[in-house]
């Protein structure tokens, strides 16, 4: 089982999450989200416990404690929704404006893979 645990203190490191979670059962991984540029703890984390049971003990137990002086909240990790879309990566633009090369002005250029035509691409490609 995956848990959530918050309003982690700035100074909690993940050995001493690990042993926290440890004192109830087998601990699999422990990861404290940290900023990019900083390198700082964002404040909270993921524990990943491997029997469901002693997962839920350390979620009653824990839930709502004080430790390193912050109550810390635990709940079970949901997994993160797909962003719709299919991923990142580039994304094409139209470029806006004047005329451009489609029927009825407006619009300005468009890339023929969005549906858009444009004489330039079709001359310098077929």
Known sequence: MNLY??????????????????????????????DRETGRSKGFGFVEMENDTEAQNALSSLYDQEVLGRKIVINEAQERPAKPGGGGGFKKRSFGGGGGYNKGGGGGYRDRDRGGYNKRDYNNEY
């Open 5 to 34: 645990v918050g309003n982690l203190s700035w100074t909690m490191t993940e050995d001493d999450l690990r042993n926290l979670f440890e004192q109830y059962g087998t601990v699999n991984s422990i990861k404290i989200v940290k």
